[in-house]
């Protein structure tokens, strides 16, 4: 994609924006900032500000209820019914953040890793993480797409704090934006009613076993299941499928195989 | 027939006329006309719960999950939230033409005569997703980036083995990869794995394993 300046007084450069258009592979807007924020893209269906405010106590419960695992989980998810005939009347899924682990470190830092779902993501730290684990690289500008379409994403952050509580409250927090690393991410696509594929599950090697993929795949299940998503597939790389047995997954159930499209 | 609408940069029609028809050794072969529309506006709910129940298809993969009549706010949902649907619309009397072509010889052939003005004039009639009926059925979902994944694919019984499941798959494929996606994966039972050979489908080359969630929610 080349920008051409116009002959014309008022000369401005055209942007391809799109969403669908196609992106050629050597044609990253490298000067533009891929942070993704909600205004990014478009966003196919409006959302509901008003409403969200409403169910955002009753879905950050339900979810830490989840996570502290209580014997009696009676907590129940409830939806306010839709009020609009429109086509697109689920609810948005809100931003949910809760630290998972915290401990200290040798060095007398603090270590918290925080879980976090429908908050931003870094497409550049997502990159790195993904070369990390060895992944082989996908255009920037489809994984941003991705993430952004993508009907649940849970991400992992490391945050180290110094363990002396200061009263610089602003440095602290300053020293917190710098120290947040991404450590683990793992992503849902779904048609928001029936059927969910979890796609790249992923945590940095340094942070393996010690059950934050677990987590990040745990939690990620247990939304999908109370929004009444009944098939939640995957497909799982041969080292792996152990991992996801173990979480209730079961390999090929009732005959059920993908298959993939190869073109020839 | 048809129209183009743009989308992005590619342009693809999104209502076509199409023939089908089924090649029997024994019998001559019969062509009917189909419409296929990739509109979501197109899909009549009703006649698409119609087509699930006929088909004996149901929303939930696993039967654990319950085979019941499907729910329509989640299909509602469910069509809304995917990105390619696609429909195939026949005329009402060709559904039943087709079905069995033994009996027809043996029985009917006073009954062919008697109606034969009325199906002239149906014949007649052009197609269009408002007469016609929804006949086969597929979706997709995906990320508008790395991957998509088709559902729900489904042709009536009595039109089967017409081509009109793979066209659908076609259309299907061609929109997706118009968008750039390349990686489109579909479930499927064992009984429609060579239907899906057919189309162009294979296991998975990187080897992985199939998985799908399958513990009750109890404690």
Known sequence: MILIPTSSSSSSYS?????????????????????????????????????????????WESIRSGFVKNNNNTTQLVEPPPTTQEDEDTEPLLPVEFTLVERTLQDGFI???????????????????????GWPRRPLTKLAAALKNSYMVATLHSVLKPSSSSSEGDNEQQQQQQNKKLIGMA??????????????????????????????????????????IGNISLFADSQVVDFYQNLGFEADPEGIKGMFWYPK | MGFAVCVGNASLASMELRWVRRSKCDDAPRSIPIFISTLKKDVN????????????????????????????????????????????FCKPHHTVLVEDDEQESLSSKQNKDESSLGDMFQDVLPLAPSNGQLVGFGRAYSDYGLTASIHDLMVLPSLQRMGIGKLIVNRITRLLTSRDIYDIAALCFEHERPFFKACGFADDRMGSTTMMFTKSLEA
Not at chain 2, 51 to 60: E, V
């Open chain 1, 111 to 133: 270590e918290e890793i925080i879980f976090s779902s429908g908050g931003e993501i870094d497409v550049y730290d997502l990159q790195t993480l993904c070369d990390k684990v």
């Open chain 1, 15 to 59: 942007c391809c924006s799109l969403p669908q258009a196609s992106f050629s592979s050597n044609s990253y807007p490298s000067n533009q900032s891929l942070f993704l924020s909600k205004s990014a893209y478009p966003i196919r269906h409006g959302s509901r500000n008003l409403k969200s405010l409403r169910l955002r106590a009753n879905f």
């Open chain 1, 187 to 228: 992503r849902a696509t779904s048609d928001h009613a029936f059927n969910a594929t979890i796609w790249d599950v992923l945590v940095d090697p340094e942070y393996q076993g010690q059950g934050l993929g677990k987590a990040l795949v745990e939690k990620l299940v247990r939304a999908l299941l109370q929004r009444d």
């Open chain 2, 45 to 88: 709910l009703e006649e698409l719960r119609h087509l699930y129940s006929r088909c004996d298809h149901s929303c939930n993969r696993l039967a654990k999950n319950g085979n019941g009549i499907v729910d329509m706010k989640k299909l509602r949902t469910a069509i809304s939230h995917s990105d390619v649907v696609v429909s195939v």
